[in-house]
Each structure stands twice: as C-alpha cells, then as structure tokens.
C-alpha cells in the first residue's frame, strides 16, 4: 500500500515532500486539502497532524507531520543517500545548511510568496513594505549562496543532498513567479537551479503543482 500525502500540491511544504518520494520512487497518493473550507483543522487530521497544519504523511499505521520530517522519514526508509548517511561530515553540512533554508531563507520567501502568490489569490492585501524589506534580507542570503556555490556545484559540496532538494518549491515560486531577474544577479545560484530543475523528480512535481 502506497503512501498518502495530505496537502494541496502548490503548497512549498507539501511540494518538499512530493520531490522526496519521487526521488526515491515510492507509491503514494495525494489527499488535497480544502484550506479555505478548514478541512485541516477536522478531528480525523487533527490526529495526523496535532497542530492541523498541511503536509501530513500517513504509510500504513503510522502518520508522521511536518515536511522536513516527513521528508526524512521518506529518505531513510528508502536508504536514499540524499541524506549522505555515509560520511559525518557532509552528514553536518548538509544540515547546517538545512538550517540557513528553515531559519533565514525560508521566512524570507514565505513573506514574498504569501504576498505577492496567495493573498492575491484569496483576495487579501498585498503588504509591500513587508516584500521590499524580505527581498532586500533575500539578496544577502543569495550573496552567501553565491559564494558557497561558486567553491562546489551544491550546498554541501560537488553531490547533491536533501540540502538542496529542501530550496527547490520556494525557490521555484521565486522565480517563475515573483523576482526571477533577482536570481540573474547570482550567477553560480542560477546554475545550480538549472541543475536542479533538470531532475526528473523535480520536473514531475513541477508538473503536479501547476496542475
């Protein structure tokens, strides 16, 4: 029995987790969720996700919440070596830069994308001081991925890791969507998304989120 990912595709977290089972070839099924109606918030996903948040995984008889555990979970059942479980070091690396995308990266594009993407969408006010600001904290986290980019092909060196994969649904809606011209000032940034675009687990999922 496959696996059910409960979420709406379009979403950056659920996308994350869609891209792990891809890689790895797993078997799974999507559930959307109905935001706007509150379906997260029903008791039946209250016990897959104790906060009724989206992603949700369930494999059997066992649920597990949030993407990046979910994600991990996925990888270390596959004994996926996105995770570089055979060496400490990149092991550290490429959790350390896990962190730069959870703690400084991210909120940064989750201003941007929720500004510019969904509150349109649902009819709500675009805050532009706000995107200005996070575009601005953007281009310097950009500077640093620049220059680790420019020294190896991928974060946590010349092999790609979960590291990289983590960037790719936000990173996506920031350039199709928002401030790709943001990306042309980052040369080595922009060639590894390239790189990462060129994946076949990242062209499937691409297709399912603008479906």
Same mark, same amino acid.
């Given at each position: 029995?496959?696996?059910?990912?409960?979420?709406? %595709?379009?979403?950056?977290?659920?996308?994350?987790?869609?891209?792990? $089972?891809?890689?790895?070839?797993?078997?799974?099924?999507?559930?959307?969720?109905?935001?706007?109606?509150?379906? /997260?918030?029903? %008791?039946? /996903?209250?016990?897959? /996700?104790?906060?009724?948040?989206?992603?949700?995984?369930?494999?059997?008889?066992?649920?597990?919440?949030?993407?990046? +555990?979910?994600?991990?979970?996925? $990888?270390?059942?596959?004994?996926?070596?996105?995770?570089?479980?055979?060496?400490?070091?990149? *092991?550290?690396?490429?959790?350390?830069?896990?962190?730069?995308?959870?703690?400084?990266?991210?909120?940064?594009?989750?201003?941007?994308?929720?500004?510019?993407?969904?509150?349109?969408?649902?009819?709500?006010?675009?805050?532009?001081?706000?995107?200005?600001?996070?575009?601005?904290? $953007?281009?310097?986290?950009?500077?640093?991925?620049?220059?680790?980019?420019?020294?190896?092909?991928?974060? +946590?060196?010349?092999?790609?890791?979960?590291?990289? $994969?983590?960037?790719?649904?936000?990173?996506?809606?920031?350039?199709?969507?928002? /401030?790709? %011209?943001?990306?042309?000032?980052?040369?080595?940034?922009?060639?590894?998304?390239? +790189?990462?675009? +060129?994946? %076949?687990?990242?062209?499937?999922?691409?297709?399912?989120?603008? *479906?």
């Amino acid at each position: 029995m496959g696996m059910k990912v409960f979420g709406p %595709p379009k979403s950056t977290n659920v996308a994350r987790v869609l891209v792990c $089972l891809e890689e790895v070839g797993a078997e799974y099924e999507i559930v959307p969720m109905n935001m706007a109606a509150g379906e /997260h918030k029903t %008791p039946a /996903h209250i016990v897959r /996700h104790p906060f009724g948040k989206i992603p949700a995984l369930e494999d059997g008889d066992f649920a597990i919440f949030e993407s990046r +555990a979910i994600s991990r979970y996925i $990888l270390h059942k596959y004994k996926s070596k996105l995770l570089l479980e055979d060496d400490i070091k990149k *092991a550290a690396l490429m959790d350390a830069w896990l962190d730069v995308e959870y703690g400084l990266f991210g909120p940064l594009a989750f201003v941007i994308i929720r500004n510019l993407i969904v509150n349109p969408m649902r009819g709500e006010a675009i805050d532009q001081q706000a995107v200005d600001a996070s575009v601005e904290k $953007l281009k310097e986290v950009l500077e640093v991925y620049e220059t680790r980019l420019s020294q190896y092909k991928y974060l +946590a060196g010349d092999f790609i890791s979960f590291a990289d $994969l983590s960037l790719f649904a936000s990173t996506y809606y920031l350039i199709s969507q928002t /401030h790709g %011209p943001l990306y042309d000032l980052f040369p080595h940034v922009k060639a590894w998304w390239e +790189a990462i675009m +060129a994946r %076949p687990s990242i062209k499937k999922v691409v297709e399912i989120m603008s *479906a």
